[in-house]
């Protein structure tokens, strides 16, 4: 991919960040919570926030579930489903549910009401980033990262096309 990355946060900022939610998150929730990542973008964050809350005593259950939200690679026009489901149960249970970025809300809020409508107790939400000002669906992050003006961001497990999710660091791509 030919474009270039500005950075935006640096990989110790981020880790910082993350250690401070996971505090957050390991003081109001159940040791035994289930955590819902949302796939893909939230993997490289997921996996840094169950072990920051390891060490902050939690023994999460850990699923995924992939969500396809059509449009083009930087704008989602809005139609959600499941492309892959969860494997195991939320019925009764205090449910994490982390993602990498809270834009118009359409994927959080399907999420949310998929995992209620499986009968799990309370879903909480965790995200890395928020772009306000843009939001479709009203649906309100627990925790969240940080808050980033509204430009395109990659890295740290967010993609354009499918590439930049290996970047340790989250960088904005110019418009294209
Ligand atoms: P929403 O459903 O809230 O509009 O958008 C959430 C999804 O859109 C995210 O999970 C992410 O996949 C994608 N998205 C929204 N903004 C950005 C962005 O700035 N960069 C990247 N890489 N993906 C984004
Ligand atoms: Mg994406």
Not at 17 to 35: G, Q, T, Y
Not at 158 to 172: C, F, M, S, V
């Amino acid at each position: 991919m030919d474009v270039s990355v500005t950075a935006l946060y640096s990989e110790d900022a981020i880790a910082e960040r993350v250690e401070a939610l996971a505090e957050e998150i390991a003081r109001s929730m159940p040791k035994d919570m289930v955590i819902v990542a949302l796939l893909k973008g939230s993997f490289v964050f997921a996996a840094d926030l169950i072990r920051a809350l390891h060490r902050r005593g939690a023994r999460p259950q850990i699923d995924f579930m992939t969500l396809a939200s059509y449009g083009s690679a930087t704008e989602s026009c809005g139609a959600v489903t499941v492309f892959r489901d969860l494997s195991e149960s939320v019925e009764g249970r205090e449910v994490l549910l982390v993602d990498d970025i809270l834009e118009s809300g359409r994927s959080l809020d399907f999420a949310l009401k998929s995992l209620i409508s499986r009968g799990a107790k309370e879903v909480r939400v965790a995200v890395l980033l928020e772009k306000p000002g843009k939001r479709k669906i009203e649906v309100k992050a627990d925790f969240v990262g940080f808050v980033i003006p509204d430009h395109f961001v990659v890295g740290y497990g967010l993609d354009y096309a499918g590439y930049w999710r290996e970047l340790p660091y989250i960088g904005i791509v110019p418009a294209p």
